[in-house]
């Protein structure tokens, strides 16, 4: 109930994801006289969705500690608890992003060993499989060495199962790939990345820069979620600008027009590649359940692939497989630490919702 488009493009998208998946159930959490109207629209998914009416909504303006006391009746608690319960097996929500963390790890808890859970997208590459992962995007602006460890191995555990790799390459995000860059944590980090990388399942090939996102020298890119947040954004506006640049081009002169209307067919696949909806959706990683953001801004064909992302994730055992990777590679790598000289600093959870950016 709380995106920006509101629940008629949730509902929307829910079709189209339908349309795809013919034997996954669906449960909508929201309010009922708002709701049942829309789905009335739609009689392909009649049988398969049931309502669960929640007459409050979380709005984009909402402060997360106070949705974390108050935001019991809401629909974004509703479908955590559905979750919780083992109703259902993902939540997908297009609200704020900070309250949906927040309640995220109140009702779901983290896994055991995760001081931060991260959130991870996919960011179209050069790869053969079209894409590398990204985290923290967005979850907590703070991250110390523990922290990206543990986003390591939750984004090449993601990257194993999510893309079919079966050792992912992980880098560090960083002013430079020379090992004296970067700040203390980075270096650190670096040390149990090695120390962690067999315990982990991972290839640890050493910094990345800005350049390498969209590279085949890498497939997992760790970084913290305040550097993350603006690195996912300024590529979204820069795949936004490139597209209108090129529909201006086209549309300049007749002549113009008659270049576009014969490259009709290219230009339509490389759209299909720029465009941002159809990766929509980045996974909480390090939770007791699957969670899937959408943007807050999603149409409907951004809620089906947020919808899509989260049937990918339960029908590939994520969840499982996650808990283990993490505890075996964060042993390994405080093994590595202790070998090292280096201590591992107790890291509090972020206390306050500006912490964490809003979509």
Known sequence: MGGDRGPAAVVAGLGLAAEETPDIRYLLHGDESVLRPLLAKRPALAGRVELRHAP????????????????EGTSMWSTLDSVKAGEAQAAV??????????????????????NRPAIACLWPSRNPGGFNVMLDVGADIKADAEDLLQYATMGAAYAHNGLGLTRPRVGLLNVGTEEHKGRAE???????????????????????????????????????????NIALKTGEGTAKLVSDFMKEAFNATFLSKIAALLAL???????????????????????N?????????????????????????????????????????????????????????????????????KE
């Not at 990388?197 to 996102?213: P, Q």
């Open 186 to 228: 980075l270096k650190l980090a670096a040390d149990r990345l090695v120390a962690a990388s067999d315990a982990g399942g991972f290839d640890y090939i050493g910094f990345v820069e800005g350049s390498d996102l969209p590279s085949a020298r890498v497939d997992v890119i760790v970084t913290d979620g305040f550097t993350g």
């Open 93 to 114: 929500s297009c609200g704020n992003t900070g309250a949906l963390m927040a309640l995220s790890m109140i009702r779901l808890r983290k896994l055991p060993g995760v």
């Open 56 to 71: 409050r909504t979380v709005t984009m303006e909402d402060k997360p500690s106070q949705v974390m006391r108050h935001g």
């Open 289 to 357: 359940g699957t969670v899937v953001k959408s943007h807050g801004s999603a149409d409907a064909t951004g809620v089906a692939a947020a919808v899509r992302l989260a049937t990918q994730m339960v029908t590939s055992g994520f969840q499982e497989r996650l808990a283990a990777r993490v505890a075996s590679a964060g042993r390994a790598g405080q093994d590595g630490a202790q070998d090292t000289g280096a201590g591992v600093a107790e890291t509090p959870l972020p206390d306050e919702a500006g912490s964490r950016p």
């Open 265 to 287: 067919t290219s230009l339509k696949r490389l759209q299909r590649r720029m465009d941002p909806r159809r990766v929509n959706g980045g996974v909480f990683l390090g939770l």
